[in-house]
């Protein structure tokens, strides 16, 4: 398995080598795994103005339009805009017609990721032991097809309305799916800027309502084989307002890394209730997005307009900060000069940042991680990322 998936990944131009330093991937027999997940496919939005958000991830986010569905290709129904940035793949779909299912969809929740979509081996097997387990099969293994060749999938159910899509594009040569047209982007790049701002999804965490998250962690344990990566509760992600619990659960390579979310009993409303109330149930909180190069990522989007989440100075002049990070590629000055948080662990350091909400709801966000050896996910930084998430709360009359 390891084999295919560097070949996969060669191919968007981001090797198995690569990918291996971008998001800490392990070694693993998949000829043990129930549920072979070679990697993530897609992930999915909603969004109010697909066309107009298309262009937001193209000028913001550095992101490539590579293929598109819409009336001008037969699909009355909706606009479907595939970008690429390395080996992640966003697709941001928005209702045409009134009757829409996207645009019920979006009044319940918002612009939003409706659909986590995982390259598989074998989708038949996988919804065979999916079924046994108990999860819910939304549609059952077919084929589509075109001139490029055929793709099988299928797709199960996970939290609130979010879906898994299980894709084997091995028989496809196409932009993305039959139905879609291959389209050049016609956002041109300054002169001198990187080709890309990110090179792989590395973990999208979702957010469930309290009691929950347990149930979930089984679920994905049960129906997909994944592995409990890591597990954070108590003072290590609480404030003095609000507190939540969260696991990490990842398929066997931790290529596909989901972190679940709860809240829990504290003073004040924590980000979780928020979510939960604004999107109108469980979904996907955030995305984090691998670079190599976190400074120049996050130099090109704040110059794009994007707003990234205040650390107050007193971070950076923690002596016990500095004492337990050690030596870091970026001298803490320019973090300090960037808003960027860093984290070590016995496996190594990483450096993260997160954005504001990118929507008009306080729901969706983004992270972006520079990984140097740490399998982690910043535990050091819970609390003053917190913090600067309350700060954001408290402005918004919702904390």
Not at 49 to 77: I, K
Not at 226 to 243: C, L, R
Request: proline share 5%.
């Amino acid at each position: 398995m390891t084999h295919t998936v560097g070949e996969q990944h060669q191919l968007d131009d981001v090797s198995y080598d690569q990918l291996r330093q971008l998001v800490g991937l392990v070694d693993h027999d998949a000829s043990t795994d129930p549920f072979p997940v070679r990697a993530l496919d897609a992930v999915v939005f909603v969004a109010g103005n697909a066309t107009q958000t298309a262009w937001f991830y193209q000028v913001a986010f550095g992101m490539r339009l590579v293929a598109y569905s819409g009336p001008e290709t037969g699909n009355h129904d909706h606009k479907s805009f595939v970008l690429k940035s390395g080996s992640a793949r966003f697709v941001i779909n928005g209702g045409v017609r009134p009757d829409s299912p996207l645009l019920d969809h979006h009044r319940r929740h918002g612009d939003g990721v409706t659909d986590i979509a995982l390259e598989v081996a074998d989708v038949d097997k996988c919804v065979e032991h999916a079924r046994a387990q108990g999860a819910t099969v939304l549609e059952e293994p077919h084929d589509v097809s075109d001139e490029h060749g055929t793709v099988r999938v299928a797709a199960i159910a996970t939290y609130g309305e979010t879906r898994h899509s299980l894709v084997d594009r091995s028989r496809y040569t196409g932009p993305y799916l039959p139905g879609y047209e291959a389209r050049a982007a016609t956002v041109q790049r300054p002169e001198g800027a990187p080709k890309r701002l990110f090179q792989a999804v590395d973990h999208c965490v979702g957010n469930v309502e309290l009691g929950k998250m347990d149930e979930w962690v089984d679920w994905y344990r049960r129906v997909m084989g994944f592995v409990n990566m890591a597990e954070f509760v108590g003072d290590d992600i609480a404030t003095e307002y609000s507190a939540l619990m969260s696991k990490v659960v990842s398929n066997g390579n931790h290529r596909v890394k989901f972190p679940l979310n709860e809240p829990a009993m504290a003073k004040k409303r924590s980000q979780i209730d928020e979510y939960l109330e604004f999107y109108g149930g469980p979904g996907c909180q955030h995305i984090a997005l691998a670079t190599n190069d976190i400074i120049g990522t996050v130099t090109a989007m704040r110059a794009a307009g994007v707003e990234f989440l205040q650390v107050p100075d007193s971070y950076y002049e923690d002596p016990e900060l500095r004492a337990r990070i050690g030596e870091v590629r970026v001298p803490v000055e320019t973090l300090q000069q960037h808003g960027i948080l860093v984290d070590r662990d016995e496996d190594g350091y990483l450096l993260q940042i997160f954005t504001k909400p990118i929507g008009d709801r306080p729901t969706v966000f983004y992270e972006l991680i520079e990984r140097h050896g740490s399998l982690g996910f910043g535990i050091g930084n819970f609390k003053a990322l917190f913090e600067a998430i309350e700060r954001e709360q408290e402005r918004r009359g919702n904390l």
